[in-house]
């Protein structure tokens, strides 16, 4: 694609990276964030904005990347949110993971003002966003979709229009159910290797050879061997994120059994001063609870 005027807000953890990419892809940033955008943008001659309406009225497509549905809410209609600033023909793209439900509704209000959009929530953590190896997950028209690709090709590899405004969302959250509860055995399964008496680094190790082998047994397997706990990705957005699962699940009137175990062991770690380390830290919940520690420091 032809150099692209991209605007981007929320410059954190994740976006700051895929912002990265957009830029060294060949195209024009036009940037929002709370705090100062990061300086290795801004030396190659991203624009900082004053406002997300700002970014809207400068750029064609408005990338935002926040941590929860409010967030969202805000930078779109809040003031001087990106609303404001759009004028016809533009398209918005979240990519924050946030409530399928509340998609719908900022879709429908953001159409009104003949712009498309495109909820598009990734996986993949830190990690992915540096590498540019994201999974990128797309609810809204074909059209929009198709314009947006070749941007989304600059920050991630799997990337997938599921459907509708918000069946993006939904296959987010699908996610998150997945990962939490892998997390969980994993968590479960080492911890009882090691106090049976075994090493846990070669239980694993074992173990990634035959049908329980996962990547979350290999990343966050080793987490929990090893204590490295510094975030790619918080137990509390993963709690945002499995609460969302299970408001979702009450509306639609379905049972998440294990969801439900899953957020109440991240609760506990959030009680014990935990919810800012690696959602693999999962595994200090039942630890407490079992009074044994799958590894040593």
Same mark, same amino acid.
């Given at each position: 694609?032809?150099?692209? +005027?991209?605007?981007?807000?929320?410059?954190?953890?994740?976006?700051?990276?895929?912002?990265?990419?957009?830029?060294? /892809?060949?195209?024009?940033?036009?940037?929002? #964030?709370?705090?100062?955008?990061?300086?290795?943008?801004?030396?190659?001659?991203?624009?900082?904005?004053?406002?997300?309406?700002?970014?809207?009225?400068?750029?064609?497509?408005?990338?935002?990347?926040?941590? #929860?549905?409010?967030?969202?809410?805000?930078?779109?209609?809040?003031?001087?949110?990106?609303?404001?600033?759009?004028?016809?023909?533009?398209?918005?793209?979240?990519?924050?993971?946030?409530?399928?439900?509340?998609? +719908?509704?900022?879709?429908?209000?953001?159409? +009104?003002?003949?712009? =498309?959009?495109?909820?598009?929530?990734?996986?993949?953590? %830190?990690?992915?966003?540096?590498?540019?190896?994201?999974?990128?997950?797309?609810?809204?028209?074909?059209?929009?979709? #198709?314009?947006?690709?070749?941007?989304?090709?600059?920050?991630? +590899?799997?990337?997938?229009?599921?459907?509708?405004?918000?069946?993006?969302?939904?296959?987010?959250? =699908?996610?998150?159910?997945?990962?939490?509860?892998?997390?969980?055995?994993?968590?479960?399964?080492?911890?009882?290797?090691?106090?049976?008496?075994?090493?846990?680094?070669?239980?694993?190790?074992?173990?990634?050879? /035959?049908?329980?082998?996962?990547?979350?047994?290999?990343?966050? /397997? %080793?987490?929990?061997?090893?204590?490295?706990?510094?975030?790619?990705?918080?137990?509390?957005?993963?709690?945002?994120?499995?609460?969302? @699962?299970?408001?979702?699940?009450?509306?639609? /009137?379905?049972?998440?059994?294990?969801?439900?175990?899953?957020? %109440?062991?991240?609760?506990?770690?959030?009680?014990?001063?935990?919810?800012?380390?690696?959602? !693999?830290?999962?595994?200090? @919940?039942?630890?407490?609870? !079992?009074?044994?520690?799958?590894?040593?420091?």
């Amino acid at each position: 694609m032809n150099m692209a +005027k991209v605007g981007f807000i929320g410059l954190g953890i994740m976006g700051g990276p895929m912002a990265g990419h957009l830029q060294a /892809g060949g195209h024009k940033l036009y940037l929002h #964030d709370l705090k100062n955008p990061p300086a290795n943008l801004v030396e190659h001659h991203a624009t900082v904005c004053t406002s997300a309406a700002e970014v809207a009225k400068r750029a064609d497509i408005i990338f935002i990347m926040v941590p #929860d549905t409010p967030h969202v809410e805000s930078a779109l209609f809040g003031k001087d949110g990106v609303a404001a600033g759009l004028s016809a023909g533009k398209i918005v793209v979240d990519m924050s993971s946030i409530s399928p439900i509340a998609t +719908k509704e900022f879709a429908k209000k953001i159409n +009104k003002k003949s712009c =498309a959009y495109l909820d598009a929530p990734v996986s993949g953590g %830190e990690v992915g966003a540096k590498a540019a190896s994201l999974t990128i997950m797309v609810g809204g028209p074909q059209e929009a979709f #198709d314009t947006v690709k070749p941007l989304f090709e600059l920050m991630g +590899k799997n990337i997938t229009l599921v459907g509708g405004n918000g069946d993006g969302q939904t296959t987010k959250v =699908a996610n998150q159910i997945i990962v939490a509860l892998n997390i969980q055995a994993v968590a479960e399964a080492l911890l009882f290797a090691s106090k049976a008496g075994a090493d846990p680094a070669k239980v694993r190790e074992a173990l990634m050879g /035959g049908f329980a082998s996962s990547r979350i047994l290999e990343v966050h /397997g %080793e987490r929990m061997v090893k204590r490295t706990f510094n975030p790619g990705f918080r137990i509390e957005l993963h709690q945002k994120d499995l609460n969302l @699962a299970l408001q979702g699940a009450k509306t639609l /009137g379905v049972s998440l059994p294990n969801t439900s175990t899953a957020q %109440e062991l991240m609760n506990a770690c959030a009680a014990n001063g935990l919810s800012g380390l690696d959602h !693999s830290a999962l595994c200090q @919940a039942i630890e407490l609870m !079992s009074n044994h520690k799958i590894a040593q420091a």
